[in-house]
């Protein structure tokens, strides 16, 4: 510094030293967050200057632009950052760069010590010392409108150094700082990282940020040396003859390095404006450019809440889901968070929910601190307002696609899951999401109904919404369990996706009207006197055969009992009201991580239901009034059980043991007698089946 004049050193204020030296001595990965800290003050300053123009335009004319320019100088390897904002006077200098603790200095230095990161020292108020850990000596020129250009520089030796600036260009105003970096950091000096930067973390500063960039340019000189050739070889006659050509000095194309401006956030933030300023297109290709996405978002909502906490948001609704929705170690969320308008994290998991994960946009809150960590961000009060108003904006958006029929199918086809997920989890809004499903059913032909619909269609005497669950939509259809309900009217939703079963778990009730499995027991039907008295002198009539095939079937089944649900099916296996579905068990079973110890208390208890209607039943219920011991029956009820376990959606628990059975119905339906048979397979069936010949006939029969 032998030529700034009335130069003068401090000593920095303890706490900042040991700061300074924490920096320097620590290691640390995420160095490049210098550039946010730094780029973040330009901007502030910018801000400052901007607000005292508004009561006093003539302090902007010093200099009337307002920017941040970033040069990167590889030969001097330095790196200098300039703001056209407020700038510095001597005693700003010696107080915010040195001398006085911010309050946050030593705060920060226990975050460091409780582990916090790096990227947290702007919360505190110390940006300015991220410096240090890219630049080994650091220079500060600063003009403020109210005093001279002053010079501040400190290799971070426990002391700095001002003086009044003789040696750089006049500023006009505005700070430039200087950064001589270590040699083990050149990468910070190269553009392509300088921009990668930016874009990641000031890509939405009010300010334009330059960038100073070095280009090749071809230009053409002329070529002395082949003038010289054409003046030594003159006196020739061929050169003599084409005169214009002597005439016109030959070129030369060199590679000249020029510097040129190139702004790097053109992208101004979009969610600042006002919405009805913005068109459709300047939303799709902001949303392109925030998610790389190459088709056109479904809906946006853009919004801004006021009052006691203040936030901006822009939310896209993309128009397909993501290929890898569900997986576990994907991102949780895509909400960028900004803090007035400078980039701070997208991956805060407490921002949004997990169901809405497929929500693509952007926070930015004037009331959050900046750097704020990941540990006080789940604390956070402000965070858990803005989450609630993020999911209830989010719903107001799903309703406005709903009035678009094929918008809505499209939304619905992609994120359905999700919604039906919310519906698990997401307790307080439950009752609103449920009026977006949509499911097939028994009136509702290829279309698909809302819950609001079947409500509207459901006939006086109807009292509960019927669903069944199921694997497939052909499967359901055919189902035994509604074939009383179509019987009588009553509409029956299809849910056969299996996120279904989960939902409809937490989902108990739909406008005051209870949901019912007709799968389960406890199914209640509307029946009028007559109905009710036939069926419990049925009831007695057919105990002994109730009785019986609950012997015949032992732990198979929990209870057999007559059924008012089936109308031709001879029987139907139902499961307990609170324990797993048929659907559901197929479910868990194909879990490749499940715990089995779950399915022994949760697996079903399966009651077997016959229809007292059925000529299969009836007959059946002679038999065992004529001889409770007959084989037959024995043979015939295990046969009855396993087609009820197919029919009603189960696995069967013997593959082996119901073919045997079916191949020997076969073999009697083309009358081949059991000795024609070979012996191995005799000896495969099941003891069972070891029934006198003159049973077998009575079966043909």
């Not at 460091?112 to 850990?133: E, K, N, R």
């Not at 040699?183 to 300010?207: A, M, N, P, R, T």
């Not at 929705?325 to 998991?349: G, P």
């Not at 109308?567 to 715990?595: F, H």
């Amino acid at each position: 510094m032998s030529d700034k004049v009335e130069s003068e050193t401090f000593a920095f204020q303890a706490e900042i030293s040991q700061l300074m030296s924490l920096i320097i001595n620590t290691f640390y990965s995420n160095k490049e967050i210098f550039l946010r800290e730094l780029i973040s003050n330009s901007s502030d300053a910018c801000d400052k200057i901007r607000y005292e123009s508004l009561t006093d335009p003539s302090k902007l004319e010093s200099k009337p632009e307002l920017y941040i320019r970033i040069t990167p100088d590889r030969e001097n390897k330095v790196l200098e950052i300039y703001d056209s904002g407020i700038g510095m006077t001597k005693a700003d200098l010696v107080n915010n760069l040195g001398t006085i603790a911010k309050s946050g200095t030593r705060g920060f230095m226990e975050a460091l010590a409780g582990g916090a990161d790096i990227s947290m020292i702007g919360q505190f108020g110390v940006g300015f010392y991220s410096a240090y850990l890219v630049a080994d000596k650091v220079e500060v020129i600063t003009k403020h409108n109210d005093d001279e250009q002053y010079i501040w520089e400190s290799a971070a030796g426990g002391s700095f150094s001002i003086a009044r600036d003789t040696i750089y260009p006049p500023l006009g105003r505005g700070t430039l700082m200087r950064l001589h970096m270590k040699e083990d950091q050149l990468e910070y000096l190269e553009e392509k990282k300088i921009k990668e930067i930016v874009k990641k973390h000031s890509e939405f500063i009010g300010y334009p940020i330059q960038l100073i960039v070095e280009k090749e340019v071809e230009k053409e000189v002329d070529d002395d040396e082949v003038k010289e050739e054409s003046t030594e070889d003159a006196d020739k006659p061929k050169i003599e003859e084409i005169t214009d050509e002597e005439e016109k000095p030959k070129k030369k194309t060199i590679k000249e390095k020029t510097k040129e401006t190139e702004e790097l956030n053109k992208t101004k933030p979009l969610w600042t404006r006002n919405p009805e300023d913005i068109t459709k297109e300047e939303y799709a290709s902001f949303y392109k450019a925030l998610t790389n996405d190459w088709e056109d978002h479904l809906a946006v909502k853009h919004f801004s809440i006021e009052g006691q906490l203040e936030f901006r948001a822009l939310l896209f609704l993309p128009s397909r889901a993501p290929f890898d929705q569900f997986e576990q170690k994907k991102k949780r969320n895509n909400i960028k968070l900004y803090v007035r308008r400078v980039f701070i994290m997208d991956d805060c998991e407490d921002i949004i929910p997990e169901w809405l994960s497929f929500i693509k946009g952007i926070v930015d809150s004037e009331d959050l601190p900046l750097n704020i960590s990941r540990e006080v961000l789940q604390q956070n009060k402000i965070l858990k307002v803005i989450k609630k108003n993020l999911i209830k904006k989010c719903i107001e958006m799903f309703f406005e696609i709903a009035e678009d029929k094929e918008s809505f199918k499209k939304f619905y086809e992609a994120f359905s899951k999700n919604i039906k997920l919310g519906i698990h989890e997401d307790s307080s809004n439950r009752a609103k999401l449920a009026e977006l499903l949509r499911f097939h059913s028994t009136k509702s032909g290829e279309e698909m109904t809302s819950l609001k619909d079947y409500v509207t269609r459901m006939p006086e005497k109807q009292k509960n919404i019927y669903y069944i669950t199921g694997e497939s939509k052909v499967a359901v259809e055919t189902a035994p369990f509604i074939e009383v309900l179509k019987k009588k009217g009553f509409e029956v939703l299809y849910m056969v996706d299996p996120i279904d079963e989960y939902a409809i778990q937490q989902l108990k009730e739909f406008d005051g009207k209870k949901l019912m499995s007709v799968t389960k027991e406890g199914l209640e039907l509307e029946e009028d006197e007559e109905d009710k008295k036939k069926f419990e002198e049925q009831k007695t009539e057919f105990e002994p055969l109730c009785t019986q095939i609950k012997e015949i079937l032992a732990d198979k089944v929990e209870k057999v009992i007559l059924s008012n649900r089936i109308v031709n099916s001879p029987c139907v296996l139902v499961t307990g009201q609170y324990g797993w579905s048929a659907n559901m068990e197929r479910i868990m079973k194909a879990q490749a991580l499940r715990d089995s110890s779950m399915s022994s208390y949760m697996a079903s208890k399966k009651t077997l239901e016959l229809n007292p209607d059925n000529a299969i039943v009836s007959t059946l219920k002679a038999k065992v009034a004529a001889d409770k011991n007959d084989k037959t029956v024995k043979d015939l009820t295990f046969l009855l059980y396993e087609t009820a376990l197919l029919s009603s959606g189960f696995a069967l628990e013997e593959p082996a043991g119901f073919a045997s059975r079916i191949h020997r119905m076969i073999k009697l339906g083309l009358s081949i007698d059991e000795d024609e048979s070979t012996m191995d397979v005799v000896d495969d069936l099941p003891p069972l089946e070891d029934v006198a010949v003159e049973s077998k006939m009575e079966e043909v029969d």
